[in-house]
C-alpha cells in the first residue's frame, strides 16, 4: 500500500482501473450473463447454444421468486433494547424505545425507500452475487433572518443577521447497483480498507453538490456511450462521480475519474465506529482467498443447460406426436368424408364389395406409428423431472417449500422435507438479517453523531407515550454516543413472511407466564400489603426479557412507585391501636370517674325511693287493717 497523506484523484483513478479489471475477468462479465438468463434474454450466443426458436425452461426465475420470498419480503421490524435489561434503567429503557420508534417510522413511512433498497440488494445477491446499500445523511437547511435590535434611544443594540437552520434530518438508505461497487482487493471484509461506488448525477443534482462552475469544467468531457450493465443513453446529461471513503486517511473523496478532477474531500463526515458508510455486501459463494463472489446460478448451471436441452427435445417430439396416415386413392372421397363429418352421420361408399374386399378402412388406410415417440418422450419427461430434482436439491428448495407434497405423506415427514432444505436456507436467511442489523447500526450512529435533539423528539414522538417523562435525558443520553450500548436485532424469520399471528402469540405468551405468577402472588399481597412493591418489580423484571413489552415498562414503574407510597392497610384482629397522649388519657380518666360518681349517686337514689315507696306500702296495708276509727 502507498503510503500517503492524502491520495489524488490520479492515485483514485489507477486504483479504479486495476479493480474494473480485475472485477470483469474474475465476475461482471459471467454475473452479466447470469442476468440475462434470469431476464431469459435470448442474444446470439443463447441462439447459437440451443438454437432458433428452443424452448427453454428457465425454472432459474421461479427459484428466485422462492428465495427473494423467503428471505426478504416484507419491510423489518427492529428490536433495539438495552445491553443489560435493567428493570431500574428508564432513561436507557426510553432512549432504546427512541431509536426503534424511529428506525420503524423510516421503514413504515418509505417503503418505496428503504424497504426497496433492501429488497434489490437481496435480489442483486440472488442473481449477480453481490448486494449492497450505502447510507447517507441529508438534512434539510433553510435560511433564517433575525432582525436588528434597537434601544430606547433609536440606537442599533444588535444589527440584523442571517444565517442557516437544520428544520429536519434523514438518513437515506441508498441501492448501490451490482456493477457500481468497488472496495479494494482482499481476501476477508476485515481486511478491505477503502469502499467506494459509482453515482451517476443529473446537472441539477451535479451543480447543487459540487457548483455549476464543476460542472462547466467537465462539460466537455460528457460522452453518451453504452456501458456493460446500464441501458442505452443512461450516461446522456450524467456525470460519473466516484465517492471514495478510505480508512488510511479517514476521509472521503469524491473524484471525476475521466477528468481526474478532485471533486470534493471531506474528514471522517460521520464519525463512524468502522468508518465505512455500508456494511459487508451480501456476497454469494466465495472463500477466504478472496471477496469476489461466485454467483449461485453458476453452481448448477450444468443442470439448467441440461435442463433446456430436455425441453427442447420435448418441445420437438411434442410437435412430431400427432395423427397422420396414408390411404387409397380410390377412395378419397369416403375417407375424407369421415375426418371432417359430425356425429351419428353414415357415409356411403361406391363399390362395397370391393371396398369390402380390400379389408374396409382397415385394409385401406395406414397411421403413422407414435409408439416409438411416445415411449422417448416419456423417457424425456421422466429425465426432466430428475433433472429438475437435482436443482431443488442444489438450491435447497424441497418439494414442501414448493407447495407440492404426496397426499400419503405424513405431517412428521413433510416436516422432516422442510427441516433439511431450510438448513441452508438459514443460513441466506441469518446472512440478510445480519445485513439489515448491521444497516440499521449504522443509520443509529448518524443519529447520535449528527442529528438535532428537537429532530429526534420529532421524528420519535416520545413525548405522546408513557415515557415522556423521560424524553428530554433520553434523547441526551443518544447524543452522548453511548448508542453501542444498546442491541439492534431483526428476527430474520420476520424478513421471510408476513406472520400476523407472531405478534398476538407473544403477547398471549407473556400474559400467561405474568398470569401464572400474579394468581400465585396475589394471596401473598393479600396477608401482607407490603410486599406488593417487590411482586411488581418481579413483574417488570420478567417483563424486560419480552420482546415488545417496552410499552408497558413504563406502566409498571408507576404501579411500583404508587405501590411505595400508599398507606399500608393494618389487619384489624391482628393489629393493636395505638396509645392516646397523656392528656388526652388524663380527661379520659376524669370523665370516667365523673361517670362512676353519677352511677353510684343514681344507684343509691334509686335505692332510697325504692325504700321509701317500700315504707309507704307498708303503712298503707297497716291502716288498712287498723283504720283510726276503729278505736272510737
Known amino acids: 500500500m502507498n503510503e500517503m497523506a492524502e491520495y489524488s484523484a490520479e492515485w483514485w483513478a489507477k486504483e479504479l482501473d486495476g479493480a474494473d479489471k480485475e472485477y470483469d475477468d474474475k465476475w461482471r462479465r459471467g454475473a452479466q450473463k447470469v442476468v440475462d438468463r434470469y431476464l431469459d434474454d435470448r442474444r446470439d450466443e443463447q441462439e447459437q447454444i440451443f438454437g432458433a426458436g428452443a424452448r427453454k425452461y428457465n425454472i432459474f426465475w ?14 423489518p421490524r427492529p428490536e433495539v433494547t438495552r445491553q443489560h435489561d435493567d428493570a431500574k434503567d428508564d432513561v436507557a429503557r426510553a432512549a432504546a424505545l427512541v431509536l426503534k420508534r424511529m428506525l420503524t417510522f423510516d421503514l413504515q413511512e418509505d417503503e418505496d425507500g428503504d424497504h426497496m433498497a433492501f429488497q434489490k440488494a437481496v435480489e442483486d445477491r440472488l442473481i449477480p452475487g453481490l448486494g449492497q446499500v450505502w447510507l447517507r445523511y441529508e438534512p434539510k437547511i433553510e435560511p ?12 442599533v443594540v444588535q444589527p440584523a443577521q442571517k444565517g442557516e437552520k437544520v428544520v429536519d434530518e434523514q438518513v437515506v438508505i441508498d441501492f448501490v447497483h451490482w456493477n457500481d461497487f468497488y472496495w479494494s482487493p482482499a481476501r476477508t471484509w476485515e481486511e478491505v480498507w477503502w469502499v467506494g461506488r459509482r453515482v451517476w448525477l443529473t446537472r441539477g443534482k451535479f451543480e447543487k453538490r459540487f457548483g455549476a462552475e464543476k460542472y462547466k469544467e467537465l462539460q466537455t468531457e460528457l460522452r453518451d456511450v453504452e456501458k456493460q450493465g446500464y441501458p442505452k443513453g443512461f450516461e446522456k446529461g450524467r456525470v460519473e462521480v466516484f465517492e471514495l471513503w478510505c480508512l488510511e486517511t479517514k476521509k472521503a473523496y469524491w473524484i471525476h ?16 465506529r468502522d468508518f465505512f458508510p455500508c456494511p459487508c455486501p451480501l456476497l454469494a459463494t466465495h472463500s477466504t482467498q478472496s471477496l469476489i463472489p461466485r454467483p449461485d446460478y453458476v453452481m448448477c448451471q450444468d443442470q439448467y443447460d441440461e435442463l433446456d436441452v430436455l425441453n427442447g427435445r420435448i418441445y420437438s417430439l411434442t410437435k412430431a406426436l400427432r395423427v397422420v396416415g396414408v390411404y387409397d386413392q380410390g377412395n378419397a372421397g369416403a375417407l375424407g368424408s369421415m375426418l371432417t363429418a359430425g356425429e351419428l352421420r353414415m357415409i356411403p361408399v361406391d363399390n362395397w364389395a370391393a371396398f369390402a374386399e380390400k379389408g374396409g378402412i382397415k385394409g385401406v388406410v395406414d397411421w403413422f406409428p407414435v409408439e416409438q415417440i411416445q ?7 421422466e429425465q426432466r423431472q430428475l433433472v429438475i430434482q437435482q436443482i431443488y436439491e442444489l438450491t435447497s428448495i424441497s418439494d414442501i417449500m414448493r407447495g407440492v407434497s404426496q397426499a400419503r405423506e405424513t405431517a412428521k415427514a413433510q416436516s422432516l422435507k422442510a427441516q433439511y432444505s431450510s438448513v441452508r436456507l438459514q443460513l441466506n436467511q441469518q446472512a440478510v438479517g445480519k445485513f439489515v442489523c448491521e444497516v440499521l447500526r449504522i443509520k443509529v450512529q448518524i443519529i447520535s453523531n449528527l442529528f438535532q435533539p428537537h429532530v429526534i423528539m420529532a421524528r420519535s414522538q416520545i413525548e405522546h407515550t408513557e415515557s415522556a417523562a423521560l424524553a428530554e435525558p433520553a434523547v441526551q443520553l443518544i447524543k452522548s454516543g453511548q448508542v453501542m450500548q444498546f442491541r439492534i436485532k431483526v428476527g430474520e424469520q420476520s424478513l421471510s413472511m408476513a406472520d400476523y399471528n407472531a405478534e398476538r402469540e407473544l403477547r398471549v405468551e407473556f400474559l400467561t407466564a405474568i398470569g401464572q405468577f400474579l394468581s400465585q402472588a396475589a394471596q401473598m399481597a393479600q396477608s401482607t400489603p407490603g410486599a406488593l412493591p417487590f411482586l411488581l418489580r418481579m ?8 420482546r415488545g413489552a417496552d410499552d408497558i415498562e413504563t406502566v409498571l414503574d408507576e404501579a411500583i412507585k404508587l405501590s411505595s407510597q400508599a398507606p399500608q392497610q393494618p389487619d384489624q384482629k391482628q393489629q393493636k391501636p395505638p396509645p392516646p397522649p397523656p392528656e388526652q388519657a388524663e380527661q379520659a380518666r376524669a370523665q370516667a370517674d365523673i361517670a362512676v360518681a353519677a ?6 337514689a334509686a335505692l332510697a325511693t325504692q325504700a321509701f315507696r317500700h315504707n309507704m306500702a307498708s303503712e298503707i296495708v297497716k291502716n288498712m287493717l287498723n283504720p283510726p276509727n276503729a278505736n272510737l
Not at 421461479?62 to 419491510?75: D, E, G, H
Not at 481526474?260 to 460521520?270: H, S, T, V
Not at 352511677?599 to 343509691?604: C, L, M, S
Open 257 to 272: 475519474r475521466a477528468t481526474k478532477a478532485m471533486l470534493d474531500q471531506k474528514p471522517d463526515p460521520y464519525q463512524l
Open 539 to 546: 413483574v417488570a423484571w420478567v417483563a424486560a426479557s419480552f
Open 62 to 75: 421461479s427459484n428466485i421468486q422462492i428465495l427473494k420470498a423467503a428471505m426478504y419480503a416484507t419491510p
Open 144 to 155: 433564517f433572518e433575525v432582525p436588528e435590535v434597537r434601544d430606547d434611544f433609536g440606537q
Open 375 to 381: 415411449k422417448v418422450l416419456m423417457g424425456l419427461i
Open 599 to 604: 352511677a353510684e349517686t343514681k344507684n343509691k
